[in-house]
């Protein structure tokens, strides 16, 4: 393990409707809605997404802009994976792969795989034996 003094913060990923977008990440993945210019971020406690979409872009830029639909981000569901799959059906969600066996950042865990409205590649992962 390296001593240096990081840790993650956050990630970038496009939105193309900001409304659909901040319904999605609150109602189906729990996160905060906080207002950044004409768009969002969205926040669980101290890690954060931000979002490019109409009329909001950050500078600099990646080398390749972030498009919709080219994320695949990983949330992690305190809980079992059952109910995670529950959450997703009441929340008119479809799953797409899962339950599945998965290694992630807390090692061996579960997983379910779901898109998010542009078609990103969500997925929750549960560390709940």
């Given amino acids: ?6 840790s993650f913060d956050h990630c ?3 939105v193309s409707d ?14 905060e809605a906080v207002p950044a210019g004409h768009g969002y971020r969205f926040r669980w406690g101290n890690q954060q ?3 490019h979409g109409p ?3 950050a500078e600099p830029k990646a080398r390749i802009p972030v498009e919709p639909g080219n994320s695949d981000l990983c949330i992690c ?11 997703l059906a009441e929340q008119g969600v479809a799953l797409e792969l899962g339950p599945v066996e998965r290694f992630g950042g807390q090692g061996q865990g ?7 409205p542009d078609g990103s590649l969500m997925e929750f992962i549960s560390y709940a034996g």
């Fill in 18 to 31: 900001w409304d659909v977008a901040r319904d999605f990440y609150t109602r189906v993945l729990g996160a």
């Fill in 110 to 116: 579960t997983s379910i795989y779901f898109r998010d």
């Fill in 49 to 51: 997404l931000n979002c």
């Fill in 77 to 87: 569901w305190n809980g079992p994976i059952a109910t995670a799959a529950d959450h």
């Fill in 1 to 6: 393990m390296s001593d240096l003094p990081v």
């Fill in 12 to 14: 970038v990923i496009h």
């Fill in 55 to 57: 009329d909001l872009f």
